[in-house]
């Protein structure tokens, strides 16, 4: 499973769609089965828990003086303040 | 007869005719905008319009039909400012050459109206409009860039909406200004900037609602060329859904408000998550049906060379064998998978051990030649019958020559 920790949200779509087929064709040994099984579950189990995360993250995007580029903190609810 | 005799003789409607096709067949004449001041506006109960356009020098007898008079968003008047788009054509009843206006504007929007169409014309040559150009914006986007006005309402919306439906995203937001003179080169500034930040793979530019001047800074020429020439993919998001500016052209996706923009910029949550869950069960499914499809292969073997002799340990056998299948789908079905890559693989080590194992250890099946029916018991088969013998390595064909009972 900790093969899959570093994909994102994409590859990790992608893969378990390919799983799925790979699974459904019926082409796989009783063993392969089992193995794609399991990788497909922790795909989807991946897939979730990152929807579920509870809300993007959100940056401030500010160029400074000399040229490079900061990230500040960004939140919501000044700028509802702001209104 | 002709007084001069050099010279054609035509009719009225021969000259108008001729004048008609001249003014008729001229490319500037054939769609004009003209600039002048209405007078003696009349509009005829037919619903068209009459009426001559002015200047210091010269007048321009106009005609507006129905259809066209009702598109108007303003009302006509005498001593108004206008500019009238159409095309000038003869009137032959009366001789008279006149501008067949198809739209008009007051003058102060109007001009802007014309810089505006000069300027997507000029655009469009270049090719910057082109289909071809546009690019298709990422599926699952990891990190969305959102120029605006850091205090707009269309912001806080973009926001919410993005982090509720793909939290997986991170928003960066890039202010900039979105009304009057110094809006483009700020816009211009945050879009290299987003271009310098170099993590972006989708980009909103935009703004709330306003008045066609509010929104005029984003028909700037030079923020269309750098939205145009920039390597992220962007999705325009101006105002309200009728309001179309020049960024909106040369974005590759133009969102018709920023709320839509947020909307079709990420996937929809529900959506995916529903569709995962579609995966786990076609993924149980698939597994289920494989190991079925193991099962019955495994009877399909164990029914058809079943062994003549049951034995002890073959008996035990068979029955574990059974009980792993049953327990190997189980655990399929309760999503215990390492429980289940246990099971069968203890399933596949019996299904080597199998019949060829048996025979290997010297028991043999016998199976009368008409039918290839197992015999199991001295009346499946008679005196004199055929049969075949199946060995470790072959088949012996032979024939009964008597039947005995066993003693017990």
Not at chain 2, 138 to 167: E, K, Q
Not at chain 2, 300 to 310: F, S
Request: one cysteine or more; glycine letters at 6%; hydrophobic letters at 40%.
């Amino acid at each position: 499973m900790s093969e899959h920790e570093e994909l994102s949200f994409e590859q990790a779509l992608k893969r378990l769609e390919e799983v799925v087929q790979r699974l459904e064709s019926g082409e796989t040994s009783l063993e392969e089965s089992l193995r794609l099984f399991e990788e497909g579950m922790a795909l989807k189990k991946l897939c979730t828990e990152k929807l579920e995360r509870a809300r993007a993250a959100i940056k401030k995007l500010v160029e400074s003086q000399g040229g490079t580029i900061e990230e500040q903190e960004f939140d919501v609810s000044d700028l509802s303040a702001q209104e | 007869m002709s007084f001069y005799p050099e010279t054609p003789l035509l009719s009225v409607a021969e000259l108008t005719a001729h004048i008609k096709a001249l003014i008729e067949s001229d490319e500037v004449l054939a769609d004009v905008a003209v600039r002048g001041e209405i007078s003696n506006y009349k509009l005829h109960t037919s619903g068209h319009a009459y009426f001559t356009l002015k200047d210091e020098h010269a007048a321009l007898s106009c005609v507006m039909w129905r259809l066209n008079v009702a598109a108007l968003d303003f009302q006509p008047e005498d001593g108004m400012q206008v500019i009238a788009y159409g095309r000038v054509g003869v009137y032959e009843r009366q001789g008279r050459y006149q501008l067949y206006v198809e739209d008009m504007k007051p003058a102060g929007l109007g001009e802007l109206y014309l810089a505006f169409e000069r300027l997507k014309k000029k655009l469009e040559t270049e090719g910057l409009f082109d289909p071809a150009r546009k690019r298709p914006l990422p599926r699952f986007p990891r990190a969305i860039g959102v120029i605006t006005s850091s205090t707009g309402a269309g912001l806080r919306d973009i926001l919410t909406i993005i982090s509720r439906r793909f939290p997986p995203a991170q928003l960066y937001v890039i202010p900039a200004l979105v009304q009057g003179a110094d809006a483009p080169p700020s816009l211009i500034a945050a879009i290299k900037l987003a271009e310098k930040f170099a993590k972006l793979d989708v980009l909103i530019i935009g703004r709330g609602g306003g008045s066609m001047e509010d929104l005029w800074c984003f028909n700037d020429e030079q923020l269309a060329r750098t939205i145009a020439a920039c390597p992220i993919p962007t999705i325009s998001a101006v105002g309200h859904e009728t309001d179309f500016t020049i960024a909106d052209f040369v974005a590759d996706v133009r969102a018709p408000t920023p709320s839509a923009a947020a909307e079709m910029v990420v996937p929809d949550r529900a959506e995916l998550l529903q569709r995962l869950r579609a995966y786990g069960e076609r993924l149980a499914t698939a597994l289920e049906g494989r190991a079925r499809q193991a099962e019955a292969a495994l009877q399909g073997l164990l029914a058809r060379r079943c062994l003549t002799h049951p034995e002890e340990r073959l008996d035990r056998e068979l029955q574990t064998l059974d009980e792993l299948c049953e327990r190997a789908l189980r655990a399929v079905l309760h999503g215990n998978e390492l429980r289940a890559r246990r099971l069968a693989s203890a399933s596949a080590q019996l299904l080597a051990l199998g019949p060829q194992q048996v025979l290997n250890r010297g028991y043999s099946i016998v199976r009368r030649a008409e039918d290839g029916a197992i015999v199991r018991s001295i009346k499946d088969i008679e005196p004199g019958a055929r049969a075949d013998i199946l060995v470790s390595d072959g088949e012996l064909e032979s024939q009964i020559t008597a039947v005995k009972e066993r003693r017990r």
